[in-house]
């Protein structure tokens, strides 16, 4: 069975920085594209960011770019995504999703996306 589950969220002030996890088990994560999607209050589903099974090829949507940086252990089975410089309109729930790799964009699996992590950014 697949699970994934996200957590590091919590409250913080516009500016601040957060560390989130995704812990993955159930299938090869080592061999899968991995990318973190979240939902903001009263909005569908964003894609934020994107990573390839290597570490590479690593893609941000471009109103996190600069300000997120995805990265990935293969040996533990777990995605990370740092945050700094928070801003309001962050706030959102945070998910870890397995991905496609196309045409240089990534394609979450929203409908697979686990359990995820509330991130609230106050000004």
């Known amino acids: ?3 994934l589950v996200a957590s590091g969220g919590g409250l913080v002030q516009a500016g601040g920085s957060l560390r989130l996890s995704c812990a993955a088990s159930g299938f090869a994560f080592a061999n899968t594209h991995m990318t973190w999607i979240r939902q903001a209050p009263g909005k ?3 894609w934020v960011s994107g990573i390839q099974n290597s570490g590479g090829r690593i893609r941000y949507a471009d109103s ?3 300000r997120f940086v ?3 252990d293969n ?10 410089s928070l801003k309001p309109e962050d ?3 945070y998910y870890c999703s397995r991905g496609s ?3 240089g964009k990534y394609y ?3 409908d697979q996306r686990g359990q995820g992590t509330q991130v609230t950014v106050s000004s």
């Open 1 to 3: 069975e697949v699970q």
């Open 91 to 93: 706030t959102a729930v």
């Open 75 to 84: 040996a533990g089975d777990t995605l990370y995504l740092q945050m700094n």
């Open 70 to 72: 995805i990265s990935r």
């Open 101 to 103: 790799y196309l045409g």
């Open 108 to 110: 979450p699996e929203f």
């Open 44 to 46: 569908g589903l964003e």
């Open 64 to 66: 996190v770019k600069g």
